[in-house]
């Protein structure tokens, strides 16, 4: 004989995505054999339930609404695979039975006030407390108030023993919901009508398709729902009172689709998450067939396994028998995630909360990627962008990993290619990293993690173009129009250059040189020409031409040398640390423009000391540094970090360098600006300890100015020379520490050796230089002599090394001696 239930239409009311909902739900449809299902949901998506069925389809998924004219105006439906909503789809389904959705349209819950998201079924609300006043009406959270009422402060434990962790089997199918029926129906007595204030108008809408449905069917008719909505759909109400409820809603026009889901998302409650905790978890309860606990550490071993853990069959064990002695003198029916995490900690992490994180990341939560069918409706610009993954082998997956893409190889060239589009139509799937080998302009590392919000911005995209192509034209022109700065024209140029977007450079440049010709800040100039000199470099790699940058690049260096010494007259402390960042921008931008010689330059990189001044561009930038160094109106952080990148070019002798710092550290100058110049000599993580610890001279010459300072001045020079000397390596400070206590010059040396300090003796110690021999062999690569064929194999590297640096490592090392 059936189990009985009540008359009129089978209310299930569930918990959205709880497994033992989902169970439950299951086993009333099959009990019942209704001849249609209603769900909570948008009734848009009718038309996209049968791709459930296709087995391309896997959760988790979303239903994703949003306005046609607005895609950034979305919602989303997300269900997983232990979601009592998709269990009911896919038994309507299986059983040749329609199934519709309910829910108020997503045609009104998005034309709503855009300041207030549209609530779905999924994202329940979540108030701070149990009970909350919200204006005139109450808010409550159902589960916590059923919690205190049964004594218990952990809403979640009481939800995982009350439901979770029942079976079912062999009882009635219909008792729990018709328990959860009335445990609703006292709670909506006490409180009043709802947990959220569009609930009148949703509860209205579905009982007129639950009336519209019974007409249809009779009382053969299954809803799943939440379960706050029973007691609302149960009470009887006439079709005008429903109606009325409806009258005069806001409408827009939305479209709608199926898109993959993560239960990295699931887990979140804010945005677009839906606010469970332990994804993973859960649906390890709702696919394991028996034994839960022993499935799951057999899972979690194996994890750790992975990881290099020892971990054996006797931890699994142990761990399953502490698990059930925890649940057992906790008084659960079985152990949940609380016993099983704390088992786990104590038998196979030793203690450690690092491996159970991992646990914790991969298996709590997990990483789980759901995927849709290619037949789902998608923009053209979605269906362009699934085309370029397939062809690209680039997989979207929602565990954040790290690829490296090789530009010479035409997939590789691709890929980077497609990341750059996406990022200027702010898709961002990936983000760039530093590569751990190679430094080369050849050579691209990206961080790669898809996030489902990104969909949206799929289609917000769609507005720009059908292709990927297409739109990040489209969009950098416009862009390129809008730019605020001239630096920001720089930067997309160089964004134009990395994503291969040909078509949209010359509206691009057009603006670049309107720009540049009207703008009159050298600090605006210097912004801008670093990524100019990077847009010439990554075009030369990617074969692209850029003679219109490099004109523009040439003008732009120009007038940075003419309009920099009047401009970094009369500064104060913070724009001369500004103008500082500049110089040394320029300074590397104009090393790459000579190096490289993409103006078609022949210029020395390394100009004789003695011989005359270097000519072309590098040598106009060193006549602007030397006019920085010798005017005394210039700030001293800039005067200092001029003689210091003349130093490093070889423009500036040891002597002369020496010279400027007596000149500078002597007692007429004033200890604030002595301090700065010493900032910007040795500072600014430029290797300054480096040659303090090489150059005795100019460490004497810093310890002699310093302990000279007056005492009423030492406190004002303070904080340069520690934001200075703190920015050191520790072994550099250790070092320049020793050599001021032991003293300058050979009696200093003498001394240090005296006293045993290693690596202070007076003369070279030959055993230790050599040991580095090895060390330098293996960096540097093999000696001339001992290379066969290397020479060729390498020269698809030349643009990471100098001819210079291949030279053998005996002859560097000697020179180091």
Known sequence: MPPARAAGPLLLGVRHHG??????ARAALDAATPLTVLIEGPPEADALIPLAADPDMR???????????????????????????????????????????????????LAWEKEEPPLSPAEPAEPAQPVEPAGDAVRIDPLAVLAGTAGHDDPERWWEDAVEHRSGAGTDPFAPFAVLEEAMGALREAYGGGTHDRDPQREAYMRLQVRAAQREFGDDVAVVCGAWHVPALRRRTTVAADRALLKGLPKAKTDMTWVPWTHRRLSRSGGYGAGIDSPGWYGHLFGAPDRPVERWMTKVARLLRDEDRMVSAAHVIEAVRLADTLAAVRGRPLPGLTETTDAVRAVMCEGSDVPLGLVHDRLVVGDALGEVPRSAPAVPLQRDLARLQKRLRIKPESLEREVELDLRGETDAGRSRLLHRLRLLGIGWGETAASRGSTGTFRETWRLRWEPELSVRVAEAGVWGTTVLSAATARAEADAVAAPALADVTALAERCLLAGLSDALPVVMRVLADRAALDTDVGHLAQALPALVRALRYGDVRGTDTHALTEVAAGLAE???????????????????????????????????????LLGETVAVRPSVDGPPGTGMRGRWHSVLRVLAGRDTVPGVLRGRAVRLLLDDGELGQEEAARLMGLVLSPGTEPGDAAAWIEGFVGGGSGGGMLLVHDERLLGLVDAWLTGVPAEAFTDVLPLLRRTFSAYEAGVRRTLGELVRRGPGARGRAAAAASGIPGFAPELDAGRAD??????????????????????????????????ETAGADDLVGADR
């Not at 497994?19 to 439950?24: C, E, K, Q, Y």
């Not at 021999?773 to 194999?793: C, F, K, Y």
């Open 19 to 24: 497994p033992g909902s989902a169970r439950a």
């Open 59 to 109: 959760p988790p998924v979303a239903l994703l609404a949003h306005v046609v004219d607005e895609p950034g105006r979305s919602a989303f439906w997300p269900l997983a695979e232990f979601s009592p909503e998709w269990v009911a789809i896919r038994w309507a389904l299986d059983h040749g039975v329609p199934a519709r959705f309910i829910d108020l349209p997503a045609t009104h819950t």
């Open 559 to 597: 007038r940075i040398f003419v309009g920099l010494p009047p401009a970094c007259v009369a500064l104060d402390a913070e724009a001369a640390e500004d103008m500082r960042r500049h110089v040394d921008a320029v300074h590397g931008a104009v090393g790459l423009l000579g190096e490289t010689g």
């Open 771 to 804: 040991a580095v021999l090895p060390v330098l062999r293996l960096l540097l690569g093999p000696d001339d002599e001992e290379t066969t064929g290397a020479d060729e194999s390498a020269d698809a590297d030349a643009g990471e090394t100098d001819a210079g």
